[in-house]
């Protein structure tokens, strides 16, 4: 439970109607003067707003990297005029009259759909359908992980999420229900903007579900209410705060409200509006002020209720302060390592090498995420069904109902959400989110990744089983473009560690990083040590020579991954033939983007080159001119063992002896 | 409703349970002999699999490819031994024991996972969790649109998914139920293996939600019965056939039963199995026929209960013969087109830049679109909640309850399922769908892409807002890395038309294109007509030259979609200042790959080159050389008005020209 109220909200009575249209008339007033925008959401949900501000959210607008403030989530970001008044009204500084008038310009606070400021109140980029409350699933489990650990005086704070149809409609919208239900997430409330009209009209054209049963099959508390009834929504809100189960208040509202030609039509979400449109609502609302001009009492009363926000924010400042946990705390919600935080990585190459089990770079990443665990408690590691095949739970408990201080997310078979759930753990502050699952499914988090890249949100993303070395389990599970499509996203790093070394490098990089995502490419089969044992991190280079001829170099193999080791083999092989062949090791192509171009063109080498990855060569036409080879796919794979496929498609030490060959024979 | 049972099936009584327990062992004795594999499913599910053919399932084994049979879909397709052994046991002489005895190596039919090849009768791939169900979902719709079409005696059957846990995790799969329920596909069943254990273990550890509520929300007939009670299954089956809505049949089912070790328990999914574990089975069950040894009564009982569908589809035959719209019939399920059918497109480029209306190539291709629904009635549209602004609907009727002719499906917020519809639409046969929603949101369907172009469908992939272009929706809404994230994928052509009439021509290749699926990146933005009028395809090179200077060339510009316009007009600058530009147009990288080297060589040059794309240059190597230039993006969008943003990125005419002086500078 979030704290009382504190007595000022008493003293005076906010006038929670006026607060609602000085949201209105603002929204409608920036999407007038911008020629567009998404009117129906601010206009449908200003009362809701408002009351969430006067009455519940937990807010300090002077401080708004506070830790433990209430997180606020517009999942219907194309509403994203709501937040902004919102925003404005309540005391951002930010977000000033001028940002607001500048809405949907270039430069602007005021994006067409949010984008994650948060020093300015925007707590996540959202308006892909679904994301927003997936990503708030992440915040909840963050905030009851985080007071697991450090206690409720130190966290204690709720996630709220404006919620649309669409969000509803889409997939990843039912992966949080059913997370959220589960984990009995009682800090999580949707405030479901049931109007009824989408983009296509009537929501009846494609949906005609019972969709307050479909949360409570899931063991959300649903609570019914008129959107517009203040007193009916403040109530509301107030049985989702007393509540276990996390609450849908499900609020029946008219799109567009107030706006006479378009309330509660089709157009209400989005046709253009006109000056006659803007003048009608201010007659038939009674608002006699100006566009833009928010009259003072309006701005009194939000800032009197903000009062609340930040006599709580004092108090909890005062109790940090004196709790014994006050620097681990500072420490997780400032991304800081420990020092020395590495040295449990440096052995660890040795020490795998030498334990029994399989020896993938899966199983090494399973290594280090468990030699981490001590060290760096903030992880949080989630994986969708695929803990034994993966490896990363290990000595970590499972987070749930009984016990919040788990480390390992059971995420179900729902690769979205996980997806979006790290956003919002990595967006929510304090832990480090680990997702951990095979490179095929990849896809299915694709739009969620793309949002921790747009928002340079510092997730780790794990793949396992990153090639044909997939096996038998046939072409379905078999990534071949999977790479070249993430190393295609910006902001995206991608490592394919080569061995043991190379992905504990990788680790170290990821978690060091904090400016954006990272994901990793593992193999399912054994990848043997190819790295001497070394003190530096060569990975940071993204590309590095690996094995240096000692005569004169004939011959560059570049190659990523388990195709190092072959690599190395043909290196051998040609060796004997009198070819000089310089093996490249290219775990991280954004890294070695990053070198100058002496440096990469002296580590690639100014001879015949050769690809030689176990995926498409489609992206290799960076490092490879025409002239040159690439050993790897064709197309899609097959299903046989992996020694089967690697030899099928020609993956092989003997095949890349035969390209270096040919290609000198015609040089 | 399917016909009624034939005498034949009364005349004997077939042993459903040594049916079922026939299906067990050829699939423990495969997975032995395999090494590997998922016993789970196959041996929780053969009660059901083996009551679905003995009194339910309408097909005829000799004759795979019949229109008119049920469809069968394993939507957990890691249990794949169930359909091989159903599928030999059934005669489809394909699924051969020796096919069965290579199951999961290289080039048998009985693949890790299904793949598609139906003459054996595997309907469909699947694998990838939710995709089965998703796809079944286009299957019932198709079945319902041709049914409309060519009348019940020619077109009346049932789709039947096998379902898993993991199926009904995954968020595509409420997509698949929330529609189905609202679309009243009454001919639609999903089996669900409701065993309670995935790959983690119990299920619990993820999921607590009530499922059979959720399916009742969504207007779902749900049936609960013991999975290995062969009356009860039947009479749920028999349920199911009555009633107007779709059905869950809720299989309450124990993993893994009949190996005693492992029954009921986690490791039943997929853990290795041992010659103990196959003896003791054998010994428990009664079963004493060796490996791989079906007696021949079992064989014979399979063959007495596909009596039912050979006569089935022998009256089927009769009618159709007699039905006035066989030829039509036979077209639209051959995929053939009328001969002329792209008349329709001869003076379209000529009306579509005379009439009213915006100018983008999406509107051009709704223009395509329409003109072709009187020609090709067979096409059938879907679309993600878009209408307005992509504009394919027009003149169609919407697809529903009360009108199962139409050609347009409101597929809601639901882009993952509209992907996989499309892909179980194409592989039912008939009908041709045509996808269509935003670029940004090709991430939330790109697994089910991937899945249309591993099985190498004839689906039509339509995306609007293909860039920056998109203006002040801001990043989340522009694509810049989707383009080269779907060259990278195999299978898939991927068009990015310049104007109206490469719009046209890139349907005409799409529509002609039976191996695999299509996709065109279209602009929001007006696309001024740049292709002058010609008679010939010219897009079908993949990339042409579409302006050749008078004297020889200097340096080649390349570009797509938007982006040629402004190579037209930077030609025309640099033109003036002496400098002979080439303009090539490149909508279809894949066809360009096609063509011969030297032709093109020929079209790009051996003179310096720029590539002008309003994405990122990641792929663009292939084109370009180190010392050529690219003019694009260089990250993520930004939310400002398109014009603002193409000068803020610079993609401009004068950007080229400037781009153009430095390269020749340098030459």
């Given amino acids: 439970m979030s704290g009382p109220a504190t007595p000022s ?58 830790p433990d403030r209430d997180r606020l989530v517009l999942s219907n970001g194309h509403g994203s005029m709501l937040l902004y008044a919102l925003l404005h009204l309540a005391g951002y500084d930010e977000i000033s009259l001028d940002q607001i008038k500048a809405f949907r310009k270039l430069g602007s606070l005021c994006a067409g759909h949010p984008e994650i400021e948060q020093h300015a109140g925007i707590e996540i980029t959202t308006g892909l359908l ?39 409609q889409e997939g990843m919208g039912q992966e949080a229900i059913s997370l959220a239900g589960h984990l009995r997430l009682g800090k999580l409330a949707f405030l479901w903007d049931d109007n009824r009209i989408t983009d296509d009209g009537d929501t009846l054209l494609a949906i005609s579900e019972d969709i307050p049963a479909r949360f409570r099959a899931a063991n959300w508390q649903v609570i019914e209410v008129d959107g517009h009834d203040i007193a009916a929504l403040d109530a509301a809100m107030d049985q989702a705060r007393q509540d276990p189960r996390p609450s849908l208040i499900a609020c029946r509202t008219v799109i567009a409200k107030g706006i006479a030609r378009l309330q509660g039509q089709r157009g209400g979400h989005s046709a253009p509006l006109t000056d006659a449109d803007v003048a009608d609502m201010r007659r038939d609302l009674g608002w006699n002020h100006p566009a833009f001009d928010i009259p003072r009492s309006v701005y009194d009363d939000y800032d009197t209720v903000m009062t609340r926000g930040r006599t709580e924010h004092a108090l909890w400042k005062a109790r940090l302060a004196s709790d014994p946990g006050r620097a681990e705390f500072d420490r997780w919600h400032s991304f800081g390592l ?19 089990g399989p020896k993938g770079t899966i199983n090494a990443s399973g290594a280090v995420c468990d030699a981490l665990d001590q060290v760096l408690p903030e992880l949080l590691v989630l994986c969708a069904d695929l803990e034994a095949p993966t490896g990363h739970k290990r000595s970590r408990a499972g987070f749930g109902v009984q016990n919040r201080a788990g480390s390992y997310v059971h995420c179900g078979v729902r690769e979205h959400l996980m997806g979006a759930m790290a956003c919002g753990i990595a967006a929510h502050g304090g832990l480090r989110p680990i997702n951990v699952t095979y490179l095929a499914f990849a896809d299915y988090e694709r739009a969620a990744m793309r949002m921790a890249a747009l928002m340079k949100l510092p997730a780790l993303f794990v793949f396992s089983h990153d090639s044909i070395g997939v096996g038998s389990n046939g072409p379905t599970h078999q990534p071949v473009e999977t790479l070249a499509a993430y190393r295609a996203m910006p902001n995206m790093r991608v490592f394919r560690p080569a061995d043991v070394t190379e992905t504990a490098e990788a680790w170290q990089i990821a978690l060091e990083h904090l400016k954006g995502p990272t994901m990793l490419a593992l193999s399912r089969q054994d990848a043997p040590p190819v790295c001497p044992a070394r003190s530096e991190n060569l990975s ?11 005569e004169q170099r004939d011959i560059t193999l570049i190659a990523t991954g388990t195709e190092v080791a072959l690599a190395l083999q043909a290196s051998e092989t040609l060796k004997a033939e009198g070819i000089n062949a310089a093996v490249v090791s290219l775990p991280c192509w954004e890294l070695f983007e990053d070198q ?23 992206g290799w036409d960076r490092y490879l001119r025409p002239e040159d080879a690439f050993v790897g796919m064709p197309g899609f794979g097959a299903s046989a063992k992996a020694e089967v496929l690697f030899d099928h498609f020609g993956i092989t030490d003997t095949a890349i002896c035969n390209a270096a060959r040919d290609l000198l024979q015609k040089h």
């Fill in 9 to 66: 909200i008493e003293r005076s009575d906010p006038d929670i109607q006026s607060m609602a249209h000085a949201i209105r008339f603002l929204a409608v007033d920036a999407i007038r003067e911008a020629g567009e925008g998404h009117q129906g959401v601010p206009l449908g949900m200003a009362e809701i707003a408002a009351t969430l501000f006067a009455r519940h959210l937990k807010a300090d607008p002077q401080n708004p990297l506070w």
């Fill in 130 to 168: 679904g994301q927003g409350i997936a990503c708030a699933v992440g915040m909840a489990v963050a905030e009851a992980r985080l007071a697991a650990e450090f206690g409720s005086e130190c966290v204690d704070h709720r996630t709220w999420a404006f919620v649309g149809d669409g969000c509803l």
């Fill in 338 to 356: 420990p020092s020395d935080w590495s040295n449990v990585l440096a052995d660890l190459p040795h020490h795998f090498a030498n334990a029994p």
């Fill in 540 to 550: 940071r280079l993204g590309g590095y020579l690996l094995r240096e001829p000692d």
């Fill in 596 to 618: 100058s171009a002496d440096y990469r063109n002296a580590v690639l080498g100014q001879v015949p080159r050769i690809g030689i990855e176990a995926a498409l060569r489609f």
